[in-house]
């Protein structure tokens, strides 16, 4: 026990003198400050642009471009292997980017999807970063292939949380010559958020994406080590003068109407009405309304079989909860690491789902979104109907964030759960700090406490978290305390009662003299957890070894040790497992190949210890994309459990097939097979887009007893939606 104990303190020192080793070093990397100022001009033109992706208007042949793209994959700091120029221009109403992506074999351009919010790493492409507020930290980004598909995100505090749930008006056309392929966009002002001043500053970057050659390029270079939105290394945008953004009010009604029937049960119709409201009150906050709120439309969750003792983690899929999210996010850390979901305070599944995952009704709700001078401000408040057995219930959550120094900020956070039932509250109040230095250091912490009826005392719970990251070297240490009795209800926390202890250390060198290999990336964690009384409850040591491939494939191979320490006996699979300490030792290989291919797919095996027995699996993946219009691929996962009270075998089957007719009509089938639910599941979806952010929707659900024949739960749903335009 001895050399358990002390395995954890001392890779946390290495980690530290590693963070510090790097200091001195940090210059030596070209790109780890700005590289380079670059600017922009857009001009003004009273000429009409017709949109057809020919930028044969004479105010385009005026227009100074912005070029030299420089690459960040694979060699960064080179000049892009194609020429690319992108021009501006702006109205009264909307600004115009005319871009040329030429090509020297335009007949090898990748696209693989029309769909709305496409799959950018597998399609070649170009993007618009805008950072309308000039403050190297939010923007907006608009992204296009050269298909005419569209996606476009909103991005808070430099790219740690990227919403493609954003959604707002804007047109592209693109044509495909010869020469490469051009497109022409226009996005209205009133889509935008920016001040109010009679000349304009605004941070902007252009990213080209050469699929076939796995190449990324930026007109103002960004580091590999940061994420594409990273506006504080974006160039600038002059010229645009005596514009406005517009009140931008929008009403959109809904109609929805629902045929369903339970087993057992005749078929019940029901038929509802519903209203969203969007309003920008100033030039920088806005308001956004719900009544009678229905997300029938939604996307059923990819089913998966839980093998832990902790609750699983399923993402948010609701449009009204996903826009603007990133304000409410609370000391958020790493993007992808395991930081990301041992702690939300607040996590929006929560509001409109029972105990048991089963749909509430939504009655209203409010959001209250945007920045005033160095703030960001998000308030939120949504009310349920009371539904047998869930009581009516008011949530409430209030963010404060205050930009500080250059790329730092501080924040507050009060969520409050309120049910109709005298005495029935939860409350969470909560600060944070999130500190960046020399770009590459990043330190974030928070402290918080939670207030609930019944619970003797509402523990603390904190974090400190720093990162180092280059692009050859990426370190971090991480330190969470949550005590036994912090209760946060509206959120995600699989454990409490925890002092949590992570480093990690990984290295990532490129072997130019090996022409298929992209990057190596060894790296090592730690996760090293005790109760609040010091004792060791969890240590989790992750070796691995990867390596990219340059056409965009990856090979993995990993161990993982691990030590669980279990005071009471709990259930897997129906199987009981004794209370008691357990080592376990366990080996993973995983190959991934291009996914941009006609044909792609995935294989991962693992073996090894499992609690007092062992266990295998697998996961298998394939995708098949003979155009660009249609997509059909299917998952598997097979594990197979060999414990002392007995063996058991899961199996868990999904396949997606997707077709779109063009960029406004789509129609999908994802069908799921589970073979602990023993159910068969069927979604199907119909989506035409019959005018900007207005849609027609039908939506057959069906699950499906594989063991019993005629139980089956199903619904067709149909809705429909008409947004207007008011200002």
């Not at 298909?147 to 949380?161: F, Y």
């Not at 076939?212 to 974006?234: D, G």
């Not at 009981?576 to 993973?588: K, T």
């Amino acid at each position: 026990m001895t050399v358990q104990t002390g395995v954890g303190p001392l890779l946390h020192r290495l980690t530290f003198v590693v963070l510090l080793g790097c200091l001195p070093v940090a210059g030596q990397d070209p790109f780890d400050g700005k590289p380079q100022d670059r600017e922009i001009f857009a001009r003004p033109t009273n000429m009409p642009i017709e949109l057809d992706g020919v930028l044969d208007e004479p105010a385009w042949a005026e227009a100074e471009p912005a070029t030299d793209f420089i690459q960040r994959e694979p060699f960064q700091g080179e000049p892009a292997t194609e020429k690319t120029e992108v021009r501006i221009l702006y109205d009264d109403k909307a600004i115009y980017f005319g871009i040329s992506a030429f090509e020297s074999e335009p007949d090898k351009v990748i696209i693989n999807s029309l769909r709305e919010d496409f799959t950018i790493r597998e399609n070649d492409g170009v993007s618009v970063y805008l950072d309308t507020f000039n403050d190297d930290r939010n923007a907006f980004g608009f992204y296009i292939n050269p298909a005419g598909a569209k996606r476009d995100v909103q991005s808070v505090d430099q790219g740690r949380n990227e919403n493609p749930a954003w959604e707002t008006v804007w047109d592209v056309k693109t044509k495909i010559t010869e020469e490469g392929w051009f497109a022409e966009i226009r996005i209205p002002f009133k889509s935008l958020r920016f001040s109010e001043s009679r000349v304009q500053t605004w941070g902007i970057n252009f990213q080209r994406r050469i699929r076939r050659r796995s190449e990324q390029s930026f007109w103002a270079p960004i580091p590999r080590s940061f994420a594409s939105f990273n506006v504080s290394f974006a160039g600038t945008l002059r010229g645009v003068e005596d514009v406005h953004p517009g009140q931008n009010f929008k009403v959109k009604p809904f109609l929805t109407s629902q045929f369903r029937k339970f087993s057992g049960d005749d078929f019940d119709t029901l038929v509802d009405l519903g209203l969203d409201l969007k309003y920008s009150l100033t030039s920088g906050l806005t308001l956004d309304a719900t009544l009678n709120t229905d997300f029938s439309q939604v996307e059923v969750d990819e089913q998966r079989i839980n093998l832990t003792r902790f609750s699983l983690f399923f993402p948010e899929k609701r449009d009204f909860f996903l826009e603007n999210s990133g304000i409410f996010l609370f000391a958020q850390t790493d993007r992808s690491g395991p930081s990301t979901r041992d702690f939300i305070p607040f996590f929006s599944r929560r509001i409109g789902l029972s105990s048991g995952g089963q749909p509430v009704p939504v009655l209203a709700g409010a959001r209250f979104t945007g920045r005033v001078g160095e703030y960001s401000l998000g308030l939120f408040n949504m009310q349920t109907r009371e539904s047998d057995p869930e009581p009516a219930h008011n949530f409430t959550v209030l963010r404060l964030k205050r930009n500080i120094l250059a790329q730092s900020e501080l924040g507050t956070l009060f969520i409050n759960r309120q049910s109709d039932q005298s005495g029935d509250y939860n409350r969470t109040f909560g600060v944070d700090a999130s500190f960046r230095f020399w770009q590459n250091l990043r330190i974030t912490s928070f402290l918080a406490t939670t207030r609930t009826p019944g619970f003797e005392t509402g523990d603390m719970a904190g974090r400190t978290w720093v990162e180092w990251k280059t692009n050859l070297w990426e370190a971090r240490t991480d330190y969470l305390d949550i005590g036994e009795n912090f209760n946060a209800e509206v959120g995600f926390i699989p454990r409490r009662d925890i002092r949590k202890s992570t480093s990690f250390l990984g290295l990532r060198p490129r072997p130019r003299s090996i022409s298929w290999i992209r990057e190596f990336f060894p790296n090592a964690q730690l996760q090293y957890i005790t109760d609040q009384e010091g004792r060791l409850v969890t240590r989790i040591t992750d070796l691995k070894f990867q390596i990219s491939l340059a056409d965009g494939g990856s090979f993995q191979v990993g161990r993982t040790l691990r030590f669980e320490r279990e005071d009471e006996q709990f259930s897997i699979g129906g199987l009981e497992i004794a209370s008691g300490d357990y080592n376990f030792d366990r080996w993973f290989t995983e190959f991934r190949s291009d996914t941009s291919d006609r044909v792609s797919g995935s294989v991962r095996y693992e073996t090894g210890d499992f609690w007092d027995g062992t266990s295998k699996g697998v996961r298998l993946s394939l995708s098949f994309k003979p155009n660009y219009k249609f997509t059909a691929s299917a998952r598997f996962q097979w594990d197979d459990l060999k414990l002392q009270q007995g063996n058991f075998t899961t199996r868990l089957i999904n396949t997606r097939l997707e077709y779109a007719f063009n960029t406004q009509i789509f129609l999908s089938a994802f069908i799921q097979y589970n073979s602990e639910r023993r159910q068969v599941s069927s979604n199907l979806r119909f989506n035409l887009i019959h005018r900007p952010l207005s849609d027609i929707f039908i939506v057959y659900n069906e699950e499906r007893d594989s063991f019993q024949a005629g139980e089956t739960d199903k619904s067709l749903t149909f809705k429909y939606t008409h947004m207007f335009d008011m200002f």
